[in-house]
């Protein structure tokens, strides 16, 4: 016997017994996205690497340790997808869509980084997410935050705290740079090792450490809020105002940096209670993106969330919305073919039942037996003398109640009167 394969290290399959949240969550995720007027984007899992270098930052963790890249037979540089907001900018101007106006457009799907996995932290995991252009803010920005915060409630989700921060202008940015790198250059011998390699590629992130040796010298760094430019700051009282009367509460919290170097002004992170691994959403305005990549100079703002960082808070509600309403059972195998007849007809006179043909056979007692397993609420036997009657037995299989046989016309009529479908 060969030996069996399993799945890559961090990446997951989604069995049946949890498909069913994944569905919920993605209708309800799709359905406010298309109620708010954003359309969907698919992009291709696999992009040049390039996309993802010249924006989400050579420097960052993504792009130097976590990417999926490899070089192509053609000597192509491409890499699997570390998350969507530069494909979708890259599509947007390939596609001319900047043209056509202001979008506002959604995606969901799987990204690839290969990070450590642990709980809430995986190489193939799933965002779905937002992403707006064409507009510069601030009541865009708003919009997205108001959007993820319905969508906590219509997903049942409570106890996600909102952090906002401003990182100001690339330009405002710069001379906070300067001024930080002085401050923990003259502190040098306080810092680890990672953050004395930060210190010349992305001395920001520095903030972002998790090393309880260092957080008093982090906490005296100089703040970024105090460099910001005029604009950055108006922009962000007034978001904050208008979150305040959308009733959406937040905690500014100055040292929020995000790991990804195109954020420009607004960042944002919705956090849960898993440890290490809390932050279920994210996002921000990345108004220089779309000229890194070529386009011309273009506002944007957008966020993602993590699917199974968020499905982990949702209750685990038992969910039926995928089981049978009914199994039919053939007596004679020879009938299979009158049985598929009649499951196709009472398809087209039952629009949505779930009906599951049993198939495989087996006697009378083991296929009540796999109907049983299957959770359908009812049997549906046809044999011989059902069929020669016009009609079909109805067995239930939930409760203690009698079998009966039913016009088979009437079959729609009875199982609605009855509460099966
Ligand atoms: P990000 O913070 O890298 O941002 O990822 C967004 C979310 O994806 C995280 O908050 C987390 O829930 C989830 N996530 C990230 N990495 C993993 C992982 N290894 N395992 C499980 N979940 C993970 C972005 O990706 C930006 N593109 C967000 C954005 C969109 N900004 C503007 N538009």
Known sequence: MAGIIKAVKGMHDILPDQSARWLAFERIFVDLATAYGYKQIRMPLVEQAEV???????????????????????????????????????????????????????????????????????????????????????????????????????????????????LGTIESRAGYREQLVAYFESHIEQLDEDSRRRLSTNPLRILDSKNPDMQALIDAAPMLSEYLDDESLRDFEELRSILDQAGVSYRINPRLVRGLDYYQKLVFEWVGGLGAQSTVCAGGRYDGLVEQLGGRATPAAGFALGVERLLALMAQEETDADRPHASLIVTDQEMMGIGFQFSER??????????????????????FKKANRSGATVALVLGQEERQAGEISVKFLREEREQIRVDQDGLPNFLSQNGII
């Open 52 to 166: 993802f270098k010249r924006t989400v930052g050579e420097a960052t963790d993504i792009v130097e340790k976590e990417m999926y890249s490899f070089t192509d037979r053609n000597e192509d540089f491409l890499c699997l997808r570390p998350e969507g907001t530069a494909s979708c900018v890259r599509a947007c101007i390939e596609h001319g869509l900047l043209r056509l106006g202001a979008q506002r457009l959604w995606y969901g799907g799987p990204m690839f980084r290969r990070e450590r996995p642990q709980a809430g932290r995986y190489r193939q995991f799933h965002q779905f997410g937002l992403e707006t252009l064409g507009m510069p803010g601030p009541d865009i920005d708003a919009e997205l935050i108001i959007f993820t915060h319905r969508l906590w409630r219509a997903l049942g989700i409570e106890g996600l705290a909102l952090q906002i921060n401003s």
């Open 346 to 367: 009472l398809r087209d006179a039952v629009p949505g039942i779930r009906l599951m043909v049993n198939c495989g056979g087996g006697n009378l007692k083991n296929q």
